[in-house]
């Protein structure tokens, strides 16, 4: 190449150069030092809307807005000076502005360079317009801070990998932090599996695992746990995000808690589940009728039991077909809206046609999406019958309790006899009684004249009353010492019976026949009481009781021992029989309790300043009046006015506190009595908590609270008894055994040998009898103590006790068995009483055997609940005897043979009565005996 060609060479440089720059996308700008422009290319006329000649060689100024303009050129100075050949002006953080032809500012990024040349220097500048991204940057802004202001929480994460470690978490929102209480440095970078539990759903998550990796939108409702461990409910949707090729790049997750939500619909399907439980087992009829059509959608099994009806009988039925009295009418006209009402009693109808008096509660309610009727029947015959029941036991245990005090204050053998057979006949109720007393316990030799106690009308036939071939008749049919009773029938059959005077005088003898044999301490019948021709039925069970009980108190007598034990144990035994039935009545009243919403016991409603606005209709059969005559706070006046300042101290204590106040008050009644009311009211509370009204019930606890009084005089004279027993009798026990052993000493070695003999009978029989009162005492004991339930070893117990016998007795060799773990509840001190007499007994009974062996451990009855058990194969006894075991001084054994008083397995009864427990035996003579027990899993306290 030639000098000649640089100037072509430079020329064609140029050419290609600004060809480079016209075709080039990006708007591309050269100012000279002056800031005029110089070069323009085709895209910056396209971004400022200026042709070519209109900017050449004008002022850069023409494309800078006015209010950047003054700063402008002096920074482009001062990039001149540094020397730097590039700077990319949008990164200096100075947002910066364009201005087009028509006036319009616009963002823009600049990079300039700059490049020395002949002519000086010049800048060249690459202009972008960033509108689109501003915009973008700002929806940006406006998204996340949308986001972040959310109640829900959002979780962002990538989208890959869906294996373990799972992917990683790039965003949380604030209400992610609220909820779970983790920070968002805290779970950046880490899996959102890391939220998971041992209650987290397996299902669910395989779920959500399939619909991810389908790349598919999947909501699910999973159990996660907060940073402090707690569990709640999240309602969960996952959707994939795409970028703008359209690859899966994240997951975004929104949750939200639903704990309150899940809690209440398990609520409602636990009310529910229990509401139809209840239903199902309660022990009285219950059914719902249409209230168009009155015929029955559902009745419980109590109901198809009772009429007789099947369950497809009674849903083909309506509610006239069990009314007896079609115009009594079935179910009362104005019984409208959400109000329960009682119909009172009516006559209703089994499917055998028999009728009997029911007490109907209904209340309207909604079944299957229509209007329908919830009905509540009691049987009030079986109620009657129950009062009277009980109405009559109790009469019959007070006059039983009056007949002791008759019995006992008698001192000659005959004017007991006969006051036991007066008393006896009365208190059971038969036309004729004879006690009868006999020799060596041979009825064949009676040794004292019969007492006989007659009603008017048999009076008349005294000295011909077949009662006194009683004793023989007891004796042929083989009872030993148990009670015999025979009905009528049976009775008239006995060929004993047959063989008695003539027809006309065994025909006196009506109603059936008991006999109760009068039993010495060695087991030996000693007498009779027999008693015939009942005023109304058969005797009975209860009967027998009775009869056993004043058969019991003449034995004392006749033996001479002191009439106040006798009198204490017989209070004892109707101690006990009144504490059962008050439970049994207790009981009863649970039940209809839990039956509260239709029971007829006073139901009322107060508002939350006090007033009460609503009675139900057992207030006004107690208090009498109309619901206007006691709204507000006019109750007041049906309250004792001694109780009023405890019932607004408790009420203004349950409104301060929003919770249930209870207590006890007395209601004047309109027919001038006052009841005792047990009351208790619970607040009913709105979405918030806050109690909007009271509802409240009150139960007639005045005869339980008599009866209270009652057991409470019964117990204080029982300490009373035990008092004088444990000084006055022991005074002269001991004042005998003190001066028999004097006696002994002045004897010495000369006195008569017969002497001697005797006075070791005397010392025997005191330390006999004080060992029996000692035996009284500690049963006395039991039967009072309070019981103090905690849990109890009994294998340990049962290992200390047999200790402590095989130290009193080290040269016995016993093979003991206990096995371990063996705990139950209950009273420690008392538990321990009874496995002694228990474990005492069989270490005494297995005396006789070569190897003894004692085992204690535990079964399953068929209920699967645990029978506690003590064995031995010692001495044994005949199971014929079995029902003798656990009545005080009763023996299957000789003195001679076993020592003891017969007041152990007494005391283990009692002990395990009072726990609420049972006790019997399995034995066979020379074989061996097994004491069986059971106790509560959670002993009552008695």
Known sequence: MTPDDKPMETSMSALLLA?????????????????????????????????????????????IPARFRPGHGRRLEQFGVTGATARGMAKSGVMIYGLRANGQEFPIDVSISQVDTPEGKLFTAMVWDITGQQAAR???????????????????????????????????????ERHTGYSC?????????????????????????????????????????????????????????????????????????????????????????????????????????????????????????????????????????????????????????????????????????????????????????????????????????????????????????????????????????????????????AHQAAVTLTAHGDPAHGVHPLSLSLSGEYEPYRALTPLAHGPAIYANSGHGTRPARMTQAGLQAHPAWQAVGSPAGRDRMLRGWLAVPLTGRDGQQIGLLQLSDKYEGEFTQQDEYVATELAQLAFIAIENVSLLQEVSQLNVGLEKKVAERTLALVRQEDLFRALADQAPQVIWTLDQNGDVNY???????????????????????????????????????????????????????????????????????????????????????????????????????????????????????????????????????????????????????????????????????????QLRSVPVDLSGMARSILDEWQARQPQREVRVQIEHGLQVHGDERLLRVAMENLLGNAWKFSAQQAQACISVGHQFDVAGLPVFFVRDNGAGFDMVYAEKLFLPFERLHAVSEFAGTGVGLATVSRVIGRHGGKVWAEAAPGRGATFFFTLPRQTLVA
């Open 19 to 63: 060809s480079v720059l016209e075709s080039v996308m990006d708007a591309v700008i050269t100012v000279n030092q002056q800031q005029k422009i110089v070069l323009f290319n085709r895209a910056a006329e396209k971004m400022f809307g200026w042709p070519r000649q209109e900017v050449m060689q004008q002022p850069l100024e023409k494309l």
């Open 615 to 785: 009675f139900n209709r057992a207030w006004f059969d107690l208090v009498g009046g109309s619901l206007r005559d006691w709204t507000g706070k006019q109750w007041f006046a049906a309250v004792h006015p001694e109780d009023l300042p405890g019932i607004k101290a408790n009420w203004l204590l349950a409104q301060a506190s929003q919770q249930p106040f209870s207590g006890l008050r007395r209601l004047l009644c309109k027919d001038g009595s006052v009841h005792t009311m047990a009351y208790r009211a619970s607040p009913v509370r709105d979405e918030q908590g806050v109690a909007t009204f009271w509802v409240g019930i009150d139960a007639d606890v005045t005869e339980i609270k008599r009866i209270e009084a009652a057991l409470r005089l019964s117990n204080q004279e029982l300490e009373a008894f035990s008092y004088s027993v444990s000084h006055d009798l022991r005074a002269p026990l001991n004042t005998i055994n003190g001066f028999g052993s004097l006696l002994a000493r002045q004897l010495g070695g000369d006195g008569n040998e017969k002497v001697r003999h005797y006075l070791a009978r005397i010392q025997q029989g005191v330390a006999q009898m004080g060992q029996m009162i000692e035996d009284l005492l500690s049963l006395a004991q039991v039967a009072r103590a």
């Open 185 to 429: 440095q805290e779970v950046m970078g880490r899996s959102p599996r890391f939220l998971q539990g041992p209650l987290t759903q397996r299902l669910e998550l395989d779920r959500i695992g399939a619909a991810l990796s389908a790349w598919q939108p999947v909501r699910a409702e999973l159990v996660n746990y907060t940073k402090a461990g707690q569990a709640f409910w999240a309602e969960i949707d996952i959707v994939p995000i795409a970028d703008a090729r359209g690859w899966f790049t994240h997951w975004m997750s929104v949750q939200r808690d639903i704990s309150e939500r899940k809690l209440a619909e398990q609520a409602l399907v636990d009310s529910e589940q229990r509401y139809a439980a209840l239903f199902a087992s309660a022990p009285v009829p219950m059914w719902v009728f249409d209230w168009a059509s009155r015929k029955f959608l559902t009745v419980n099994q109590v109901a198809i039991e009772d009429y007789g009806y099947s369950a497809a009988e009674f849903l083909s039925m309506g509610m006239p077909e069990i009314h007896a009295d079609a115009g009594h009418g079935f179910w009362p006209p104005d019984l409208a809206g959400d109000v329960q009402q009682r119909q009172g009693s009516c006559q209703h109808r089994r499917k055998d046609g028999s009728l009997f008096f029911a007490d109907v509660v209904a209340r309207p309610i909604q079944y299957a999406g229509r209007p329908a009727c919830f009905v509540v029947a009691l049987d009030m015959t079986a109620q009657a019958r129950a009062e009277k029941e009980v109405q009559d036991y109790l009469f019959t245990l007070q006059r039983a309790a009056d007949a002791t005090q008759a019995i006992t204050q008698h001192l000659t053998l005959e004017g007991m006899t006969q006051e036991l057979a007066e008393q006896a006949r009365g208190v059971i109720g």
């Open 138 to 176: 700002a929806q940006l802004k406006l998204l996340e801070t949308g986001v972040s202001h959310l109640n829900d929480m959002v979780l962002i994460t990538e989208a890959e990998p869906r294996s373990e470690p799972g992917p990683r978490i790039v965003f949380v929102n604030a209400a992610f």
